[in-house]
């Protein structure tokens, strides 16, 4: 049997040994929950999955996604038994898919694992199903698909649509946004606007995107305009980026999570905030036009600041407030940041019945909220 050879494999950063354990820790929650959901079949795609292992490192992100789902099943009141959990890793080097292919055969999983190693690109075998799909007029399995490219070619917006059309299915993609960025201020525009079409869905960005800015604020423009064009999608309400700094502060990539379910963004948000814990990396907000915050998650001051600057002056229903706070802030529940604002006199509700103990915030209770300016 062949073995890995070191030149093959390379040394991981600790931001993608912590984008790994995001993956491994968001995917244990996500098959622990739709083991209870009515589908027979649960998907995971890794779009560019590598050899599966680095020279510091025996878990890559397909090697977490199956122990991750094996752990959910071994789970005690696991409802997982009685699906089948399918995993597409999908690889552009031959080299790198054979090795991958070696790597899984050597661990016996479970027999309602079934699993694929396919070489091609994300573009051929990822957008060729769900064309297939499409024809046929079938609805998708509950997928996760994480997408991880070297670089910022080789993610076709339109397969990212794709995915993100059927109901529960979810993305996590690795956007290089100073690449795209760079793509957008070469001089010879005219080479890349075909990438640059192919990662947007459309031409909005060539009127969008500013190429004579600095780097620093090209990059967030980058990603405030995918983020926008995610948001486009039909039923795509709940997407939210983090920029992956190292303890430096130096920008190494955004993450960027899409889904039809605020569930989804609350357990994605648990995985982050533990991983962040780590030491190995931080989160940082990416807003654009100011410096990169880096995420306190219990920390609510300059978030409720935010809120208020966003939604004060009307009275609102309480999703309005649970929306933003998952879409804009580290957090998954607009409370802490309410009860700043209750704090300093900036917040009045209107209660259904009896009203709540002060200062506390039960969603069941309250008709309406207004955050003064």
Known sequence: MPSF???????????????????????????????????????????????????????????????????????????????????????????FAEQLRELISQTSWPTKFKWEVEVGTFEEKVGGILEQIKKERQQLAPTFAFIDPFGATGLPFSVVADILSHRSCEVLINLDSDGIGRLVAAQSIESNRKHLDAIFGDGTWNSE????????????????????????????????????????????????????????????????????????YSFSDDSVGQDLLPFDFDAPGVWAQRMQKALSGVWRNYEEFQDYALNETPFVNPKSMLRHLFDADKVQVQWAGVPARRGSFPEDKIKAICIVA
């Open 209 to 280: 995107l500013k190429p004579a800015l600095p780097m620093r604020e090209l990059t967030p423009q980058v990603l405030a305009l995918y983020k926008r064009r995610l948001r486009s999608l039909p039923n795509v309400r709940y997407v939210f980026a983090f920029a992956m700094n190292t303890r430096e502060s130096q920008l190494n990539y955004h993450l960027v999570f899409a889904s039809q379910h605020p569930l989804g963004l609350e357990k994605m948000k648990e995985a982050m905030k533990a991983v962040d814990k780590s030491g190995a």
């Open 5 to 95: 050879k070191p030149t093959n494999l390379w040394h991981a950063e600790p931001h993608t040994l912590a984008k790994i354990e995001i993956v491994r820790r968001y995917l244990y929650l996500w098959f622990s929950i739709l083991g209870n959901h009515s589908a027979n079949r649960l998907v995971y795609i890794d779009g560019f999955a590598g050899p599966g292992k680095y020279t510091n490192s025996e878990e890559s992100s397909p090697i977490a996604a199956l122990t991750a789902a094996k752990a959910a099943l071994d789970r005690p009141g696991s409802g997982l038994g009685s699906k089948e959990c399918c995993f597409l890793f999908v690889e552009k080097k031959k080299e």
